[in-house]
């Protein structure tokens, strides 16, 4: 057989429209987060800390970096983190959780997390759950797709779009608890995350209770006094982080509550461009194969013709592939002008729900900027809060190589 019509044949075998076809399966059904009716003792209620998503802005799939809009992204970062800690606080499993500037190396239980697509349809977060000792509770992938009545008004939906993908992990998160941690377990933890607090602040004296093993987890090689007074300066200093964490929870809970219209709105536009992208993405590459096999067609049957009739028709052949190939070009350039609509719905949106600077004020102090640079400054003041008291040298910022310093005092 002539090569173009091999050519052809492999083409339509391969690329022909029942091949282009994919299926997903869409829900709007909730899955119920789970509540353990076992009760938990206060003492071994681990608390947890939740860091700011990373927007994965570098490990987008090639076929949605034009859906894909970095304003949008970081405001995703704060906006998952909050949810997340909302439905993990909601079930009544857990200690306090709450969402954290950075550093989390202290607390009982530390989530990271990675946004790896969200554009209205589909939302897929890489999810790092791991306790203090270094003890990895959960590392995978999770997604939800959501149907088109997911921002139907007429269902009057309370809930977000993609509380689905939040109540999975936190079930995970308690289901793994259960399997795996005995009562001692979650003691031992809470234990080592006081020790690793106050070795940050003091590790020439607390250092020594506390080794890696060979298995990379952290373990106690000894406990101090129970009323070591240093133990306790450091559990009070501790509290008083706390304290100001719990603070920052109400800039997450206004942010949300900002970002909450627009983005709701947003994600049911960008619902709607994605399907219409999608679409004419799937017809721009149909089109152009089916081009491609139309123009070997018309080469096969114009080296084979017998008669001017069968030219003529080799040479429609050859013309409308060319036309075909031509739209499919035409197609692409529409779905490029549906992600720039794209583009403009994501920068309007950040710019309505830009975080604000926020100050939080102490006794002789006022701490200003972004939120991490407040945590930062707030750090330093711990530290120096430490020095006071204990009359130990400044801690040394290892990065800076310089003393943490106060940010300059307010008279109130």
Known sequence: MNRPLNTLFLLIAVFGPGACSTQTVKTTTLTPVV????????????DIGIAIFDPGLDDIAPNREELTFADVRMAETQFVSYLLAQTLQSNGNWGVVRVVPSD?????LAVHGTILQSDGETMQLHVKVSDVTGKVWIDKDYEEVVSKFNYDPRLRRTEDSFQNLYNRIANDILSFRKKNMESADLLNIRTI?????ARTFAPQVFDPYLETGRNGILETTSLPAENDPLLTRL?????????YVDALQDHYVNFARQMQGPYTEFRKQSYE???KYDKLIAQSRRNM???????LGGLAGA???????QLYTSYGGLFGGGYLIKDAFAKRDEA?????????????????????????EEKVVTLSGTVDAQYAQWREILAEIYAAETGAEPIVDAEAGNEAELPPAVNQ
Request: net charge negative.
């Open 303 to 309: 080296s084979n013709s017998s008669s001017n009739a």
């Open 289 to 295: 194969v089916l081009g491609v096999a139309a123009i």
């Open 235 to 243: 559990d009070a200093i501790r509290e008083r982080d706390y304290l």
């Open 193 to 197: 995350s006081k020790l690793q607090f």
């Open 273 to 275: 461009e994605v399907m």
């Open 336 to 360: 490029q002008m549906q992600a720039e609509a794209l583009a403009e719905l994501g920068n309007s949106l950040g710019t309505e729900i830009a975080p604000q600077t926020i100050e939080l």
């Open 104 to 108: 989390l190396s202290y607390y009982d």
């Open 35 to 46: 509540v353990d009716i076992a009760p938990i003792p206060e003492t071994e209620l681990l």
